[in-house]
């Protein structure tokens, strides 16, 4: 019922009341018109005066204001009580736009206390008439009776002197199919303030209303006062200490305040709690909910989420809800533990209150939670949109402007990463959001465990924990870094590298403050894959090169712990290192290469030759050893065959000595080594050791020394490294 009614019900009583009981008194005096006028014969000894069918009617200006009939009216002889029997007034208003109506059997006036009383029933129905303000004259009934406003009451009392009309009994309201009703009412005809004193009660449909008490005032503004109200209906539940109803001039409520707390519950498949310190509704001239502004403590509560902010707007469009604006510590909650936080968040809705999209143009942290492995993805921003499905489950984020990342799973390294911008996706199962996959662009950095990765874009697949970094990516670790096309990473375990890789490691000795550019290593390939400690390296050809030493095969392993390498050549593409000395570069081929970087030695097997300056050596095996970069000794072993300028050697091990400049061939059994010189011919023996500073050539037979043999070769002084 609006305020507009709720003041007619006694305002419409009192001025009635008062018509009457001046109307009364003064009878012997006002000339009333009588529908039958005769006066008893013979009267009680305590009444002065008795009239029959009682008529008068109050005019102003050319207008009805209202009439009052009664079947009989008594003028007692004390001069201060009269009273009215079966009496009935019709109030037309100062107007004419009202026609309300005022039954009881008896009306009393009490002059001496001026005061009107009816003890008995009082029953009063209130009727808008607009066509009657366009009438002049006598009133008529409405042409069209609408929604009248009936109220049933007793025990009435108006006071002259106070100008308040009040009862303390039930008053019953009817409307419609509305009906109310309250115990105790006060109507104040010089402020207009209407109060309903106890035990408030309105139901129309499904729909009830329940106050302690209820205050309604015209001045200065048009409003009605709930103390304890709540409202039911089948779907929710409106609850508040007190609820203020606006109204506006056409009786229609415009806005509905609740200064000391709101709170809102609805039932069934989209159960919702909404509370508040305070909150205003605001309504549409249809009555339709059109804006709801909670302040203090919000709290909204769902099966799925709950939100919390300081300060909320709500928005409706034909009772639905359309957007909410959350302010001041925003906090938006799942049931898994997923979450978003910002001081200023957006939020729109689809039908039946679905969420469709939230955004915040303010700094913004977001809360992932995957339920199974339990891996937890913070998300920030200064700015932060999210897209919802139909169903309300959240599938997309896109985040912008200094966007940061940190994850977090059981028995796994913290993973954190910077990007310019970033877009996430997620699946709907069994009503819960799955992270699938992250896309951050723009300066992508990302650290995990001691690994850390930059990019212009990476591609993150939730499923597996692996990012795809591309736009010049590189990964760098505490002793290498590593650059290609692509480079896909999972974890601090494993990270895969294609096209155009670019490897760099140093080994830094303990307490050492720098790394000498001659202690990096170096390697080109066309793919990486880094697995723990281990890089295997693939290419047409790998090319790995530290200070000017040189290592290329078609796959490199390398352990990085042990500082052990390990190639793997093809017949197309050889196992090969070259050794760069004072003297010239030595280079060795063969189709496997072991190369203990620590202890400075290096193994060949298959197919192996050895090219220097001076000649070169093919053996099946060949074994280097170095110190400081520099050959110390080199021993080939199985099927040698030595080439120099001059000079040629077979056997079946082969050893040179940096030291002194010698080399000693020995053969296998009963094939002894030989040496063939163009000068001196074939010398044979089971050892043939020779030096390059002089020239000679020791032959030992069966351990002992059987001859010596000393040579001058012209060309002997001019040749270079073995």
């Given at each position: 019922m609006?305020?507009?009614?709720?003041q007619?019900?006694f305002?419409?009583?009192?001025?009635?009341l008062?018509?009457v009981a001046?109307?009364?008194?003064?009878?012997?005096?006002?000339?009333?018109?009588?529908?039958?006028?005769p006066?008893?014969?013979?009267l009680?000894?305590d009444?002065?005066q008795?009239?029959v069918?009682?008529?008068?009617?109050k005019?102003e200006?050319g207008?009805t204001?209202?009439?009052?009939k009664?079947?009989?009216?008594?003028?007692?002889?004390?001069?201060?009580?009269?009273?009215?029997?079966?009496?009935?007034i019709?109030?037309f208003?100062?107007?004419?736009?009202?026609?309300d109506?005022?039954?009881?059997?008896?009306?009393?006036?009490n002059?001496s206390?001026?005061e009107?009383?009816a003890?008995?029933p009082?029953?009063?129905?209130l009727?808008?008439?607009?066509?009657g303000?366009a009438?002049?004259g006598?009133q008529?009934?409405?042409?069209?009776v609408?929604?009248p406003?009936?109220l049933?009451?007793s025990?009435l009392?108006?006071?002259?002197i106070?100008?308040?009309?009040?009862?303390n009994?039930?008053?019953?309201?009817?409307?419609?199919?509305?009906?109310?009703s309250?115990?105790?009412?006060?109507y104040?005809?010089?402020?207009g303030?209407?109060q309903?004193r106890?035990?408030v009660?309105?139901?129309s449909?499904?729909?009830?209303?329940t106050?302690?008490s209820?205050?309604?005032?015209?001045?200065?503004?048009?409003t009605?006062?709930?103390?304890q109200?709540v409202?039911?209906s089948?779907?929710r539940e409106?609850?508040a200490?007190?609820m203020?109803?606006?109204?506006r001039q056409?009786?229609?409520?415009?806005?509905i305040?609740?200064p000391?707390g709101l709170?809102?519950?609805?039932t069934?498949?989209k159960a919702?709690?909404?509370?508040?310190?305070?909150?205003?509704l605001?309504?549409?001239?249809?009555?339709r909910?059109?804006?709801a502004e909670?302040?203090?403590?919000?709290?909204?509560?769902?099966?799925?989420?709950?939100?919390?902010?300081?300060?909320?707007?709500?928005?409706?469009?034909?009772?639905?809800?359309r957007?909410?604006?959350l302010?001041?510590?925003a906090r938006?909650t799942?049931?898994n533990?997923?979450?978003i936080?910002?001081e200023?968040?957006?939020?729109?809705?689809?039908?039946k209150?679905?969420i469709?999209a939230?955004?915040?143009?303010?700094?913004t942290?977001?809360?992932?939670?995957?339920?199974?492995t339990?891996?937890e993805?913070?998300?920030?921003?200064?700015?932060m949109?999210?897209?919802?499905?139909?169903s309300?489950t959240?599938?997309a984020?896109?985040?912008?402007d200094?966007?940061?990342t940190?994850t977090q799973?059981?028995?796994?390294?913290v993973?954190?990463?910077?990007?310019?911008?970033?877009?996430?996706?997620?699946a709907?199962?069994?009503?819960?959001?799955?992270?699938?996959?992250?896309?951050?662009?723009?300066?992508?950095?990302?650290?995990?465990?001691e690994r850390t990765?930059?990019?212009?874009?990476?591609?993150y697949?939730?499923s597996t924990g692996?990012?795809?970094?591309?736009?010049?990516?590189?990964?760098?670790?505490?002793?290498?870094?590593?650059a290609?096309?692509k480079?896909?990473?999972?974890?601090?375990?494993?990270?895969?590298a294609e096209?155009?890789?670019r490897l760099?490691?140093?080994?830094?000795?303990?307490g050492?403050?720098?790394?000498?550019?001659?202690?990096?290593?170096?390697a080109?390939?066309?793919?990486?894959l880094?697995v723990g400690?281990?890089v295997?390296?693939k290419?047409r050809?790998?090319?790995?090169w530290?200070?000017?030493d040189?290592v290329?095969?078609?796959q490199?392993?390398f352990?990085?712990v042990?500082q052990?390498?390990?190639?793997?050549?093809t017949?197309?593409?050889?196992?090969?290192?070259?050794f760069?000395?004072a003297?010239?570069?030595?280079?060795v081929?063969?189709?496997?290469?072991?190369y203990?970087?620590?202890q400075?030695?290096?193994?060949?097997?298959?197919?192996v030759k050895?090219?220097?300056?001076e000649?070169?050596?093919?053996?099946?095996k060949?074994?280097?050893?170095m110190q400081r970069?520099?050959?110390?000794?080199?021993t080939?072993?199985?099927?040698v065959?030595?080439?120099?300028?001059g000079?040629?050697?077979?056997?079946?091990?082969?050893?040179?000595?940096?030291?002194n400049e010698?080399y000693?061939?020995?053969?296998?059994?009963?094939?002894?080594?030989?040496?063939?010189d163009?000068?001196?011919?074939t010398?044979t023996?089971?050892?043939?050791?020779?030096?390059?500073?002089?020239?000679?050539?020791?032959v030992e037979s069966?351990?002992?020394?059987?001859?010596?043999?000393?040579?001058?070769?012209?060309?002997?002084?001019n040749?270079?490294?073995w």
């Amino acid at each position: 019922m609006t305020a507009r009614r709720w003041q007619w019900v006694f305002g419409a009583v009192a001025v009635s009341l008062i018509a009457v009981a001046l109307g009364a008194y003064s009878l012997v005096r006002v000339r009333s018109r009588r529908t039958a006028a005769p006066e008893i014969a013979t009267l009680p000894s305590d009444i002065a005066q008795r009239a029959v069918g009682f008529s008068y009617s109050k005019s102003e200006q050319g207008r009805t204001l209202f009439t009052v009939k009664a079947k009989e009216i008594i003028q007692f002889k004390d001069g201060v009580h009269a009273e009215l029997k079966g009496a009935s007034i019709t109030v037309f208003g100062r107007a004419g736009d009202r026609y309300d109506e005022i039954y009881a059997d008896k009306f009393s006036y009490n002059r001496s206390t001026q005061e009107i009383r009816a003890d008995g029933p009082v029953e009063i129905d209130l009727e808008a008439n607009p066509q009657g303000a366009a009438k002049k004259g006598d009133q008529r009934p409405p042409e069209e009776v609408r929604n009248p406003i009936h109220l049933k009451t007793s025990g009435l009392v108006f006071s002259q002197i106070t100008g308040i009309a009040e009862t303390n009994k039930t008053v019953e309201v009817q409307s419609g199919p509305g009906s109310g009703s309250a115990l105790g009412a006060m109507y104040d005809t010089h402020t207009g303030i209407v109060q309903f004193r106890h035990d408030v009660r309105l139901t129309s449909g499904a729909n009830t209303l329940t106050a302690a008490s209820a205050l309604v005032q015209q001045n200065p503004q048009r409003t009605v006062t709930l103390q304890q109200a709540v409202l039911r209906s089948s779907a929710r539940e409106v609850s508040a200490p007190e609820m203020i109803a606006v109204v506006r001039q056409d009786n229609t409520v415009e806005r509905i305040q609740a200064p000391h707390g709101l709170r809102v519950e609805s039932t069934g498949e989209k159960a919702l709690t909404v509370s508040s310190k305070s909150g205003v509704l605001s309504l549409s001239g249809k009555q339709r909910l059109e804006q709801a502004e909670l302040q203090g403590d919000v709290h909204i509560a769902s099966a799925s989420a709950t939100t919390e902010a300081q300060r909320a707007t709500l928005r409706f469009q034909d009772d639905q809800l359309r957007s909410i604006d959350l302010s001041g510590s925003a906090r938006v909650t799942q049931t898994n533990g997923s979450e978003i936080k910002s001081e200023e968040l957006h939020a729109e809705f689809a039908g039946k209150g679905t969420i469709r999209a939230a955004h915040s143009d303010v700094p913004t942290s977001l809360r992932l939670i995957q339920p199974k492995t339990q891996r937890e993805t913070k998300v920030h921003a200064n700015k932060m949109q999210a897209f919802f499905d139909p169903s309300g489950t959240i599938h997309a984020v896109h985040a912008s402007d200094n966007v940061s990342t940190v994850t977090q799973q059981p028995e796994a390294p913290v993973r954190a990463t910077n990007c310019d911008a970033l877009d996430a996706k997620f699946a709907a199962r069994n009503s819960a959001a799955i992270l699938t996959q992250i896309v951050e662009l723009g300066h992508v950095k990302i650290t995990e465990g001691e690994r850390t990765a930059t990019a212009a874009r990476a591609d993150y697949d939730a499923s597996t924990g692996t990012a795809v970094l591309s736009g010049e990516p590189r990964v760098t670790e505490a002793d290498a870094s590593i650059a290609a096309i692509k480079i896909s990473i999972d974890g601090d375990r494993r990270a895969n590298a294609e096209g155009q890789v670019r490897l760099t490691y140093f080994k830094q000795a303990s307490g050492q403050q720098t790394v000498k550019p001659a202690e990096v290593t170096h390697a080109v390939a066309d793919a990486a894959l880094l697995v723990g400690q281990i890089v295997t390296l693939k290419g047409r050809p790998v090319r790995l090169w530290q200070g000017g030493d040189v290592v290329t095969g078609s796959q490199v392993d390398f352990d990085r712990v042990r500082q052990i390498m390990r190639v793997q050549g093809t017949e197309s593409i050889p196992a090969t290192a070259e050794f760069v000395q004072a003297g010239g570069a030595i280079i060795v081929t063969s189709r496997q290469l072991t190369y203990e970087q620590g202890q400075g030695r290096a193994e060949f097997a298959g197919a192996v030759k050895a090219r220097g300056t001076e000649g070169s050596i093919t053996s099946d095996k060949m074994e280097v050893a170095m110190q400081r970069n520099q050959v110390q000794q080199i021993t080939a072993i199985g099927s040698v065959n030595l080439r120099q300028a001059g000079r040629s050697g077979v056997g079946d091990k082969l050893v040179y000595d940096s030291r002194n400049e010698s080399y000693r061939l020995t053969g296998s059994g009963d094939a002894r080594p030989s040496i063939f010189d163009a000068e001196l011919g074939t010398i044979t023996g089971d050892s043939l050791t020779w030096y390059r500073h002089d020239d000679r050539v020791l032959v030992e037979s069966q351990g002992n020394r059987t001859l010596t043999r000393t040579y001058v070769d012209a060309n002997s002084r001019n040749r270079g490294h073995w």
